[in-house]
């Protein structure tokens, strides 16, 4: 299962390789729409106003989208090297010329790029951003959204800094006598906790002097372990449901993948999956021990899971829509 997507949309991670192709455009040009994983560092982004632009580059659309009740911006690639007007918005976009036989349209973190063949000529380019054009600028404005969550998402690994832990908040505590207990680590519940503040504590056995790397290894440490127990728990509950087996589990740390599945019985389960719900961890490992009886996405395979989660699609976006805080 790969990293982010319900019937995904074309601009989030696909999750299991499964997701429809895009539209083909009406257009004498093919053209090929693909979406980058969005990376975990800090986007380049512009939002000024855009000079004006004749009325003939602008193709205004009708309904009230997302792009269209946006101010007029500018969507700048960092490697822009020519740019276009959208419905009142300038898209500067990065433009290779490739042996490829039809147009390539990626929208990413850092904006949008265009890679055509070399006999395509700009004015058959610009046609095609222009057919797309509410695709473009509505992937442009999610990725950026996406972008600024995933910069707040950034961990300041520090005395008191706040971790999402089976999708609850947890701050962290820097508590030397921490150091004593099972592996240097001690969850705490306080149950007295006001409305809306974080009921949990994990108090870590290190100095306050510590590092910020010091601080982040004995987290992350701490969360594999509890991501082993609560994977293993969750595994057990669903092979007796699935009547299925599985021969091993181990934790994975891919960037783009939450799970997988071996024909041999081999379980590999993303540990970051611990940030979220426990119905979102469900969703997972029932979808990847569904694997040991239908190795595909038919419709078969979505019976299995439906069978012991119902309501799954739900989850499914959550994990598309969630963001993973950024440790690094």
């Known amino acids: 299962m790969t990293r982010r997507a319900a019937a995904p949309d074309a601009s989030q991670l696909q999750l299991f390789g499964d997701a429809p192709a895009p539209a083909a455009l009406p257009a004498a040009v093919a053209v090929d729409v693909l979406v980058a994983q969005p990376r975990p560092r800090a986007p380049v982004w512009q939002a000024t106003q855009p ?3 004749p009325e003939s580059q602008t193709n205004p659309g009708p309904s009230a989208t997302l792009y269209s009740v946006l101010a007029p911006a500018v969507f700048r690639h960092p490697q822009a090297a020519r740019e276009i007007v959208l419905r009142d918005h300038l898209v500067a976009y990065e433009f290779k010329r490739s042996k490829r036989r039809s147009i390539g349209f990626i929208v990413g973190v850092d904006g949008l790029s265009v890679n055509a063949p070399k006999w395509v000529g700009i004015g058959d380019v610009e046609s095609a951003l222009r057919e797309k054009g509410a695709w473009i600028l509505r992937k442009l ?4 959204e996406r972008a600024q969550r995933l910069q707040a998402a950034k961990v300041d690994w520090r005395d008191g800094t706040q971790i999402p832990f089976l999708g609850e908040p947890v701050i962290v505590v820097l508590d030397p006598r921490a150091g004593t207990t099972k592996g240097g680590a001690l969850l705490n519940t306080d149950a007295a906790a006001l409305p809306g503040m974080p009921r949990l504590t994990l108090h870590i056995g290190l100095p306050h002097t510590a590092t910020a790397a010091q601080i982040r290894d004995s987290v992350q440490s701490w ?15 669903f092979t007796a449901q699935l009547g299925v087996r599985y021969t091993r589990l181990s934790l994975s740390s891919a960037q783009t993948r939450w799970g997988s599945a071996s024909a041999d019985g081999s379980i590999r389960l993303n540990w970051r999956l611990i940030h979220f719900t426990m119905s979102t961890i469900d969703y997972v490992v029932a979808h990847e021990l569904a694997h040991l009886r239908e190795m595909n996405h038919s419709p078969r395979f979505w019976d299995v899971v439906r069978s012991v989660l119902p309501d799954y699609e739900h989850a499914r976006g ?3 829509d969630d963001v993973v805080p950024v440790f690094d």
């Open 141 to 144: 404005a999610e990725q950026q």
């Open 318 to 320: 959550r994990l598309k």
């Open 51 to 53: 000079p004006a632009a």
């Open 223 to 237: 969360l594999q372990r509890q991501a082993r127990r609560v994977f293993e728990e969750r595994c057990q509950h």
